[in-house]
């Protein structure tokens, strides 16, 4: 089960055992890969703008600095050209709909089986995509929000989760190496780009990123 291609494959998981079972599979599938490993948002994003080709991103829903889907829209909004496959031990039906609909190319439960794996990332490298099957309605409110998620700049939304995390202008400033009054005025461009009329309505809809049923845990 070897493909020889030269590729760059992302792994963002904060597990490391995890994350080095993945990797195993990987290497095992594909020849000549270069992995890059995250463990957080932050080292997610240097990951991203640190490496010159990225073919596709491994991503689990939760690791420290991400909310729900929150690390999925950051790479769709700022690198639309890169695949993301999401790797996670919440499988229900609901959050693998809105993975999909937030930009997934596929969703792989943690407990699949290598040979699954492969397949899946298979399909996503020849420009398909693989999800389980499920049978969830679509939803039109998880897909205008993701349109209107999709407008913010990566500096936005780090400031808005920020304000689902119930930070002040000034200690969102000190958070982010800002000045205050920058930070005010990315409030102000969120609060218009998501039509929100308030900072807390603004953090209810980062809330709303988080799955109702199950935690989105390892």
Request: aromatic share 4%.
């Amino acid at each position: 089960m070897s493909t020889k291609i030269e590729l760059t494959f992302l792994v963002a998981d904060d597990h490391p055992l995890f994350r080095a079972a993945v990797i195993q599979v990987l290497r095992e599938s594909f020849a000549d890969l270069r992995i890059v490993e995250a463990a957080s948002a932050s080292s997610l994003d240097a990951g991203l703008e640190g490496t010159p080709q990225v073919d596709l991103v491994l991503l689990d829903l939760t690791m420290p600095g991400t909310k729900g889907f929150s690390a999925l829209l950051r790479i769709r909004g700022k690198h639309p050209d890169v695949p993301v496959i999401v790797i996670s031990s919440n499988d229900q039906p609901r959050v693998i709909q809105r993975a999909r609909q937030f930009g997934a190319a596929a969703f792989i439960p943690k407990a699949s089986p290598p040979a699954l794996i492969h397949d899946a990332i298979a399909q996503v490298l020849e420009g398909g995509s693989w999800f389980p099957p499920i049978t969830v309605a679509s939803s039109k409110e998880d897909e205008e929000l993701a349109e209107k998620l999709a407008q913010l700049t990566p500096q936005q939304f780090k400031v808005l989760l920020c304000l689902a995390d119930g930070l002040l202008n000034k200690q969102i400033a000190h958070e982010l190496d800002l000045a205050e009054n920058t930070v005010k005025v990315h409030i102000t461009a969120i609060l218009k780009k998501l039509n929100c009329y308030s900072r807390t309505q603004a953090a209810v809809l980062v809330k709303s990123l988080e799955p109702e049923s199950r935690d989105l845990s390892n």
